[in-house]
C-alpha cells in the first residue's frame, strides 16, 4: 500500500497540519517504508482475538459529583497567545 | 563529596546524619551542571535559585527532624513532568514558552517527599524518538562518547545520571524509552507496570503505554526513588490502587532457584555480536548466583513494532490534538483564517518525526483503514500479552538485551525512520503487555560503549526485578563505572 | 404528489450535575467567562479525565425510565475533529456501545397515539462557545461550557409532521425535568434538539436524502425550522432538483434554514476507544438502586389522573405537566376534601393564569396548596359562592394570609340561613307589590329582577342557590 501525494495532502488537512510542496516527495517516500512496516500486520490470522485496549482488564473507576476546581483563570490565561475580557482569541469563527 | 562514585542511597545518609547540607549538595550538582553540561545538552532548563530554596526548605525540614529518605536530594525531570512554574517543553518548539501552571502528580510526591528539582531533562520532542535528535533543543550526546547518541526519548535523563550531573532522574517509557537510554548511557533504568505511576501532568505520547519510571546509577537507587513515585491518584483513571510496597525490601536476597526465562526469538539473530557477548556474560553472572536458565517463546514478539506504529502514532494523533495556539504554547506570528492559524501553528511547532507520527496515526485512524490498522494491530497486541502470560507461566524473569546495538551515532538512522524504529524491537512488546521492565549495565560493547541487560517481570513484580538487578550488580561493578568526564 | 415526511430528532440534554463529566469544575450557568475552566476543560498538557458517577445515574435514570437497555459495559470514544471551542480537538463521547439503548416515548398528537422509537441515548461532553461579537474581527472563546455532560437522545426516524416532532421533544422535555436530570431551560441551551428532516413520496419504502437541522433551541423554532425544511425540500424536488445531505442552521429571523459553510473536506471523525478512560462498567445493583429511587413517571401519573380521579386525559396532562405542579395537585387534594374536578379546575385555571400572569414556575406559586385548599373547602361548604372565590383567591396572591381570616375580615361569608333570607325577601316583595303581581301572574322574567335586588341587599352575600329557594316559595306564596 502507498500513499499519493492526494493522500498526503488529504491526512495533512485533517491533522491541520500546513505542509509545503517540497516536504511532499520526502514524506511520502518515509511513509513507504512505514507501511512496509506495519502491513506486516495484515499476514496475522487474528480470527476469533479481541481487539485490546489497555493491558489491563481494568474498569472505569468513577469520581463522586463533587466540584473541586476554584476560578484560576488569570494564572492558565497567562500562557495564552491572546486573550481579551476573559476570552481566548481566535481568528473569526465562521457557521 | 566525590559525587561521580556516591550512590543516592549514600548521598541520603550523608544528609540525614548532616554531613552535608542540601544546599552545598545542590550546589555541588548545579556547579558539575554548569561545567559540563555544555558538552551534553542534558538539560533544557536549571533554575539555580528556585533549586537552591527548595534546598534550604529541605534543610529546614532535615534540621526539624522531619525529613524522609529523599528529603534534600536534588533530582532532575524529563522535561514531560509540568512542574508549576518552570518551563515544561516535552522538547517542542510547540511548548517552548510553556510555563506550566499546575505540577504532575509525581512532582506533587517529590515535593511531598522532600525532594529537590534540579533541572529540567532534555527529550525526544513529545517522547517520540529513540536517540534525542529530535530535541527542538538540540540533541543531548552520549557522554561515554560525545559523537554517538544517548538513546531516547530519555536521553536527557539518561544523559545526566550516567555524567553524574543528577543521582536520579524521572523519565517516561512508551515503547522504550527508559530501557534503551539506560543501556547506551551505561546506567539503571525502569519502567514499572502500566498505572503504578500517575499520568497526571505527565505529557500524553501514547495513553495506553506511556508509563513514567526512573533512571539511577543503580537497582538500589531505583528502588529508593520508586518508592516516593509509584502511587495510587484520584485524577488518572488508569491509576492503579494497590497498597504502598517498598520496592527495596527484597534487595539482598539470594537469586537462587530464580527462574530466568531466555525467549529464543531475543537470542536468535538481529543483535550486534558485542552485545550478545556481554548479555551472555550476564547471564552467565546469574548462573554463578544460582539462578536457572528456562527457554520460553514470545513468538509474537516480532510483530511487535508494527503493532506500537499503528496504536502509538493513532494515539498520539489524537492527544496532540490540543495544540493549537489557543490556549497556550506556540501560535504561528503570520496567519490568515482559523485553519492558516492551526495549520501553520501545527507545522510550525511540531518537528518532522511528531508530524510523521501525526499523519501516520491520522491514516490508520481514518475511515476505511480503522479495521485493517487499528483494530488489527489491537487484536495482535492481544496475542503479545498472551504470549508473555504464557512465558509467566513458566519463569519469574525474562532477560535479554535491551537494544539489539550499543549507542549508534548522530544521523546514522535519522534519514530512515523505520531503521530508527527498529532500535525498539527489544522494548516494545513490554509497553504493550503493559508489564514492567529494566535496564541495567552489563559491561561494554564496541568502542567501549555500554550494553544494558533487559530484565522483564510479571505485573506488579517491581520489587521481584529490582532484587535480581540488586543480586547481579552486588557481584558485578559495572553499574559504578563512569565515563571519563564524569570524573572531571 | 402526496409526500410523506421523516424526522428523527437528535435531542442534548444537559444533565444536571454539580460537577463536570470529567473534572470537577462547576457546571453553574452564568458565571464569568472562563472562570468555570478548570485544566482539565482547557485541556492544558498533562492533564486526563475521570468520569462523573453522577452523569451515568441521571443516564440510567433516563434508560430506565424509557424502558431502554442499560449496557453492562460501555464505551467512551474520542471524536478527533479541530474546533476552537473544543478544547483537547477531539469530543469525548459514545461511539460503538453506548449506554443506554432502545426505549421509546409515547406522544399524543390530535387524539392520535404514537410510540416513538429510541435508537439510544450515549454521555457526552458539551462544548464551549464562541462569542461573535466583534473583537477587532476576531471572535472570543468561552470554555465554560466545556465538559458539561450531556445526554444525547436519538430517535428513530418515526415522526411524521412538524407537530409530532414538537409533541415527541415536549414529551421528552417533560420526562427529562421530571426524572431531574435536566433543568430544561431552553433559554440557556440546557435542552436543544437536531431535526434530521427527509420526505418521500407517500408508499416508498426508501427514505428520503435528510438534512440535519442543528441547535434548535426552543420549541416553536423546533416547528418552524421542520416546516420550513419540508417545504423546501418538496418545492426542491417538485421542480426537478434534488435534496442535498447537508447540515443547515434555523435563522429564526428570517424564518429560513441555510445551509452551514460547507466543510471543504468531508469530515472523518477517526472514532477511536478513548485510551485514558477505561470501559464503564454498571452492574445490575447499580441499576437496581436508581429503578427504586424513580418517582412515579408522568404518562403513568396522568394515567392514573384519569383514572382515580375520572379527569379527563386534557386536565390530567395538564396536572402532569412538571413534576412539580403534580406535586402541588396532589398537595391540595387532601386539603380540598379530594374533591379531584374542583381542584384540577382551580390548579389549570386561576392559578395558571394568576403564575402565567407573573411569569412564575408552580414551585413559586404566591399561594400555597394548603392556602387554595382552605378557600375550596369554603366553597364546597357553602361559605363562599365560587364568583366570591376567585375574588378572595386574587386577595390570598396578593395579601397572602388564610381563607377563613379574610373572609371573616371583608364580611363575605355567605348569607345562607333562610330566616335572613327570608327577611330580605319579604322587604322587597313590600316594596315592589306590582312585580309581584307580574310574577304571579306568570310573568316569570320578573323572578330575575327579584335575584338582582336581593343580591345588592345582601351586600352580595346571598347563597345564589338558597335564595332561589327563598324566593321561589315566597313569590309563589298567596
Known amino acids: 500500500m502507498a500513499l499519493t501525494d492526494t493522500d498526503l495532502r488529504r491526512l495533512a488537512r485533517l491533522a491541520r497540519l500546513r505542509l509545503e510542496e517540497s516536504e511532499i516527495s520526502g514524506l511520502r517516500e518515509q511513509f513507504a517504508g512505514i507501511l512496509g512496516l506495519i502491513d506486516q500486520l495484515q499476514a496475522v490470522d487474528t480470527r476469533g482475538i479481541e481487539p485490546l485496549s489497555h493491558a489491563l482488564d481494568l474498569e472505569a473507576r468513577l469520581r463522586e459529583d463533587v466540584v473541586t476546581e476554584t476560578d484560576q483563570r488569570a494564572r492558565f490565561q497567562s500562557v495564552a497567545p491572546q486573550v481579551e475580557e476573559g476570552l481566548y482569541l481566535v481568528p473569526k469563527v465562521i457557521e | 563529596m566525590d559525587l561521580a562514585n556516591t550512590s543516592l542511597r549514600q548521598l541520603a545518609s550523608a544528609l540525614h546524619e548532616r554531613r552535608i547540607s542540601s544546599r552545598e549538595l545542590t550546589q555541588a550538582y548545579l556547579e558539575r551542571i554548569g561545567r559540563l553540561d555544555g558538552q551534553l545538552g542534558a538539560f533544557i532548563t536549571v533554575d539555580p535559585d528556585k533549586t537552591l530554596s527548595q534546598a534550604d526548605a529541605a534543610d529546614a525540614r532535615i534540621a526539624r527532624g522531619e525529613a524522609g529518605p529523599l528529603t534534600g536530594i536534588p533530582i532532575a525531570h524529563k522535561d514531560i513532568f509540568c512542574t508549576e512554574g518552570w518551563l515544561t517543553t516535552c522538547g517542542s518548539r510547540m511548548l517552548s514558552n510553556f510555563v506550566s501552571p499546575y505540577d504532575a502528580h509525581v512532582i506533587e510526591k517529590f515535593a511531598a517527599a522532600g525532594a529537590l528539582i534540579l533541572g529540567k531533562t532534555n527529550m525526544d520532542e513529545f517522547a517520540m524518538g529513540s536517540s534525542n535528535e529530535t530535541s527542538h533543543f538540540g540533541p543531548v550526546k552520549n557522554p561515554w562518547n560525545l559523537a554517538k547518541v544517548p538513546g531516547g526519548s530519555s536521553g536527557g535523563s539518561a544523559a545526566a545520571v550516567a555524567a553524574r550531573l543528577a543521582p536520579a532522574a524521572t523519565a517516561t517509557d512508551t515503547g522504550g524509552s527508559i530501557r534503551q537510554p539506560a543501556a547506551l548511557c551505561g546506567v539503571s533504568g525502569i519502567k514499572p507496570t502500566y498505572g503504578l505511576v500517575s499520568r497526571y501532568g505527565m505529557i500524553a505520547y501514547a495513553s495506553s503505554l506511556d508509563q513514567g519510571g526512573v533512571i539511577a546509577p543503580s537497582a538500589e537507587d531505583l528502588g529508593l526513588v520508586l518508592n516516593t513515585m509509584v502511587g495510587f491518584d484520584t485524577r488518572d483513571s488508569t491509576s492503579i490502587d494497590r497498597p504502598a510496597e517498598d520496592y527495596t525490601a527484597a534487595l539482598g536476597q539470594p537469586l537462587k532457584g530464580l527462574r530466568i526465562g531466555l525467549p529464543r526469538e531475543y537470542f536468535s539473530g538481529g543483535v550486534s555480536p558485542d552485545v550478545a557477548r556481554a548479555i551472555d556474560a550476564a547471564l552467565e553472572v546469574y548462573d554463578r548466583l544460582g539462578a536457572e536458565r528456562v527457554e520460553v517463546s514470545l513468538p509474537h514478539s516480532q510483530l511487535s513494532v508494527p503493532v506500537y506504529y499503528v496504536l502509538a502514532p493513532a494515539e498520539a494523533s489524537s492527544n496532540l490534538s490540543r495544540y493549537d495556539g489557543v490556549r497556550y504554547g506556540h501560535r504561528a506570528a503570520q496567519y490568515g483564517d482559523l485553519n492558516d492559524m492551526y495549520e501553520r501553528t501545527r507545522a510550525e511547532g511540531f518537528g518532522a518525526e511528531v508530524k510523521r507520527r501525526i499523519l501516520t496515526g491520522t491514516y490508520v485512524l481514518s475511515r476505511g483503514y480503522y479495521d485493517a490498522y487499528y483494530l488489527q494491530a489491537q487484536r495482535v497486541r492481544r496475542l503479545i500479552v498472551n504470549d508473555f502470560r504464557e512465558a509467566f507461566a513458566r519463569c519469574d524473569v525474562i532477560m535479554g538485551p535491551a537494544s539489539p546495538t550499543v549507542a549508534f551515532g548522530f544521523g546514522e538512522k535519522t534519514s530512515d525512520p523505520v531503521q530508527m524504529y527498529l532500535s525498539d524491537i527489544f522494548t516494545i512488546s513490554v509497553n504493550l503487555a503493559g508489564l514492567p521492565g529494566l535496564s541495567i549495565p552489563a559491561g561494554f560493547g564496541a568502542s567501549g560503549l555500554p550494553v544494558g541487560l533487559q530484565l522483564i517481570g510479571n505485573y506488579f513484580s517491581e520489587g521481584r526485578l529490582l532484587q535480581a538487578a540488586h543480586g547481579y550488580q552486588q557481584a558485578t561493578d559495572w553499574h559504578r563505572q563512569v565515563p571519563d568526564m564524569a570524573r572531571a | ?478
Not at chain 3, 165 to 175: E, M, T
Open chain 3, 1 to 478: 404528489m402526496d409526500w410523506e415526511v421523516v424526522i428523527g430528532l437528535e435531542t442534548h440534554a444537559q444533565l444536571a450535575t454539580h460537577s463536570k463529566i470529567f473534572s470537577g469544575a462547576s457546571t453553574a450557568f452564568g458565571a464569568a467567562p472562563n472562570a468555570q475552566a478548570c485544566a482539565v476543560d482547557l485541556a492544558l498538557p498533562g492533564v486526563l479525565p475521570v468520569l462523573n458517577r453522577a452523569a451515568v445515574d441521571c443516564a440510567i435514570r433516563f434508560g430506565l425510565s424509557t424502558g431502554a437497555t442499560i449496557a453492562s459495559r460501555s464505551i467512551f470514544a474520542r471524536k478527533n475533529y479541530f474546533y476552537p471551542d473544543l478544547p483537547k480537538g477531539y469530543q469525548i463521547s459514545q461511539y460503538e456501545i453506548p449506554v443506554v439503548s432502545g426505549g421509546a416515548m409515547v406522544i399524543e398528537v390530535e387524539g392520535r397515539v404514537r410510540h416513538v422509537r429510541l435508537t439510544r441515548a450515549h454521555l457526552e461532553e458539551d462544548a464551549g462557545k464562541s462569542l461573535h461579537e466583534d473583537f477587532h474581527g476576531l471572535s472570543g472563546i468561552d470554555l465554560n461550557r466545556a465538559g458539561t455532560p450531556l445526554l444525547e437522545i436519538v430517535s428513530e426516524p418515526d415522526l411524521r409532521s412538524a407537530a409530532e416532532a414538537v409533541a415527541y421533544a415536549r414529551a421528552l422535555h417533560r420526562l427529562v425535568t421530571w426524572i431531574g436530570i435536566c433543568d430544561g431551560n431552553m433559554q440557556e441551551g440546557s435542552f436543544r434538539c437536531d431535526a434530521n428532516v427527509s420526505v418521500r413520496p407517500r408508499g416508498q419504502e426508501e427514505l428520503g436524502t435528510r438534512c440535519e437541522i442543528k441547535n434548535l433551541n426552543s420549541f416553536r423554532f423546533l416547528e418552524k425550522a421542520i416546516e420550513y425544511e419540508i417545504r423546501r425540500q418538496i418545492e426542491l424536488i417538485e421542480a426537478g432538483g434534488a435534496v442535498v445531505q447537508e447540515t443547515r442552521l434555523y435563522d429564526p429571523d428570517r424564518d429560513e434554514t441555510r445551509s452551514m459553510r460547507s466543510k471543504e473536506d468531508a469530515q472523518d471523525y477517526r472514532y477511536f476507544p478513548d485510551p485514558d478512560l477505561l470501559p464503564l462498567s454498571i452492574e445490575a445493583v447499580w441499576i437496581d438502586r436508581v429503578r427504586a429511587e424513580l418517582p412515579e413517571l408522568p404518562d403513568a401519573m396522568q394515567q392514573r389522573f384519569t383514572d382515580d380521579f375520572g379527569l379527563s386525559m386534557y386536565d390530567a396532562g395538564v396536572l402532569t405537566a412538571s413534576r412539580d405542579m403534580a406535586r402541588y395537585f396532589l398537595d391540595l387534594l387532601p386539603c380540598a376534601e379530594n374533591d379531584a374536578k374542583l381542584c384540577a379546575n382551580w390548579v389549570s385555571g386561576e392559578l395558571a393564569a394568576a403564575l402565567h400572569r407573573e411569569s412564575l414556575e408552580i414551585q413559586d406559586s404566591r399561594v400555597s396548596p394548603q392556602q387554595l385548599g382552605g378557600l375550596l373547602k369554603r366553597i364546597q361548604d357553602g361559605t363562599i359562592s365560587g364568583k366570591m372565590a376567585k375574588e378572595l383567591f386574587d386577595a390570598l396572591w396578593q395579601e397572602g394570609g388564610e381563607a377563613d381570616a379574610l373572609i371573616e375580615a371583608r364580611g363575605l361569608k355567605q348569607i345562607s340561613d333562610v330566616s335572613s333570607l327570608e327577611r330580605i325577601v319579604e322587604a322587597l316583595m313590600a316594596e315592589h307589590p306590582a312585580q309581584v303581581a307580574e310574577y304571579r301572574a306568570g310573568k316569570e322574567k320578573v323572578f330575575g329582577f327579584f335575584v338582582g335586588r336581593a343580591m345588592k341587599a345582601s351586600g352580595g352575600r346571598a347563597n345564589p342557590e338558597q335564595l332561589n329557594a327563598v324566593l321561589k316559595q315566597r313569590l309563589k306564596a298567596e
